[in-house]
């Protein structure tokens, strides 16, 4: 891993976020951030002699600039080159077009409120970006408090992946982290069939050299086997694989999924699944 990309809007959960991005980044032997600030062009912008986008690309600048400065007065920051780069548009296309630009294996970022992953589920930017980033997105929840992952629950489907790549994030960060990797499989079955089984091998074989561990969970609800796993065994990040067709909307449509989501307070990587 080499880049790791950090939206902010300045708020105190976005501080959040980049703090753990930071310490993070330190503990997998990184000393680059990129931060990025979105300003949205206002719909009745008024009348003024210099175009609007560029006034609010220049206040931007000089946010980000002083921001800079306050970031790099940190602890968590010594030693770090600080990147900073402003852009006027809404914010999932800001943060689209600059991960496009300098292609990060990782873009960190906060909830927008103080309740978990329930918050940042439901029509928020981090929301957006989950379901249409290309890049791995971790979003940290408000009032996370960095400690070293030591494991990872990845909830696998184990639905036929023909490319593994869209799991190198996971296992690169593993690795770097000398983290446990728990595989967990949600069904309402728990004697697998034929396909499972053989997709149980190649995420086995993928994962090879990890500390790891396999586990079946028996529920009729896949958000409530994860709860059960995750209250079990307390992972420090949970991790899921975002399919063409919404993972969040198959997953967390529902009343019992919210208000469990509202009592998750887990950093959560989602992983775009790629195509062939």
Sequence with gaps: ???????????????????????????????????????????????????????????????????KQKVESWEEAKGFTI???????????????????????????????????????????????????EYPVLVIPGKTTYRKPESFAFFADLKTLEIKDSLRVLKNLCIALEAELHLVHVSDDAVMDENEIKEKKALLEYFHGLKMQFHVITSESIYTGMEIFMYDFQPDIV????????????????????????????????MKEKEA
């Design 1 to 67: 891993m080499e880049r790791i990309l950090v939206p902010t809007d300045l708020s105190e959960n976005a501080e959040t976020a980049l703090k753990y991005a930071l310490q993070l980044s330190r503990s997998i032997g990184l000393s680059e951030i990129y931060l990025l600030n979105a300003t949205s062009v206002p719909v009745n912008p008024g009348d003024t002699f210099v175009p609007v986008t560029t006034l609010l690309l220049e206040d931007s600048q000089k946010l980000m600039a002083d921001y």
């Design 83 to 133: 990147h900073v780069h402003s852009e006027v548009d809404d914010a999932v296309t800001a943060i689209r077009n600059y991960a496009d630009k300098i292609k990060p294996d990782l873009i960190i970022m906060g909830t927008k409120g103080a309740s978990g992953i329930g918050e940042f589920l439901f029509g928020t930017v981090s929301a957006a970006t989950l379901d249409h980033s």
């Design 239 to 270: 991790a899921v694989l975002s399919r063409r067709y919404s993972f969040f909307e198959r997953i967390f449509k529902t009343s019992m999924s919210k208000r469990v989501a509202h009592r998750t307070f887990l950093p959560l990587l989602s």
